[in-house]
């Protein structure tokens, strides 16, 4: 039973991890209804500008995460006022083909600046188990996931407060509902568009910062943007609690499938069972646990 919990809180913290990520595409999709392809490039992009500063500048960490916030909030606001901005009013289709050229250019942009080869990023929390739960339940359990779970749970919080108790929130959901309604009214549709990227790209730096301590800073990190796949379509694709939820259950179920189903199927099960598990639930109920079910009058 030590065990099962073990891996049981194991996936949980991941899960947080998870759920970070997810959120940052359902800011974007919130705001301009579209999904933010390049979600993923952008947390590689966060993650190897601040490793680079550190290695090729010899910048402290610190002030290389500081530098590394002005960066990305300067990066959201150029794809604000580049890429999104004169597509108002286009198709949807139409702004996510945008966001996939977005990708590949934020990929190659930073290995133009800071190369190609792996890089080991060192955050000031130690990778040991915590001595209190091996001593008193026998459970193994990181302290750094337990540390990157709790600055992601804080950060989600903050973003939930913020997208739901201020009045940017209210004109966020209102941009959500109607772009042209929140024209009408005077929302500044440009103004809520800037403040969402510039948090994107900030999530996307947290985000980058804990994946990349945790499996280095290479280009594998533009992947774990579609581990948050799963997780939004659990969720729904327009809910911050749902990201929570979906991350949650995709962290469990993937770390219970590997240790209790990977023997019996093979290796790597955890790469495609929440891919299975999310194609199940569409069947179900396709807008997610916290979406809208839309109705459609034709």
Known sequence: MNFFFEVLIGGLLSGIMYALVAIG????????GVFNFAQGAMVFFAALTCVGMVDKWGVPMWAAIALTVVVMIVLGLAIEKVVLRPLVNQPEITLFMATIGLAFFIEGLAQLLWGSQVHKLELPIEDVP??????RFN????????????????????LALLF????????????????QAAL???????????????????VALVAGLLWGARNGVQFALTFIALKALPVLILGGFTSVPGAIVGGLIIG?????????????VGGGIEGWFPYVLALLFLLVRPEGLFGEKLIRRI
């Open 252 to 264: 469990a179920s993937e770390k219970l499938a590997e240790v209790y189903l990977g023997p019996l």
């Open 164 to 179: 739901s108790k201020t009045k940017v929130g209210r004109a966020l959901r209102a941009v959500a509902d109607d772009h």
């Open 25 to 32: 595409f359902v800011l974007i999709y919130k705001a301009s």
């Open 184 to 202: 009408a009214v005077g929302i500044p549709l440009q103004r809520i568009w800037a403040i969402v990227w510039s948090v994107a790209g900030l």
């Open 130 to 135: 915590i001595a209190f739960l091996m001593d």
């Open 139 to 158: 459970i193994i359990v990181s302290q750094f996931d337990v540390t990157a779970a709790a600055i992601c749970a804080v950060l989600v919080t903050a």
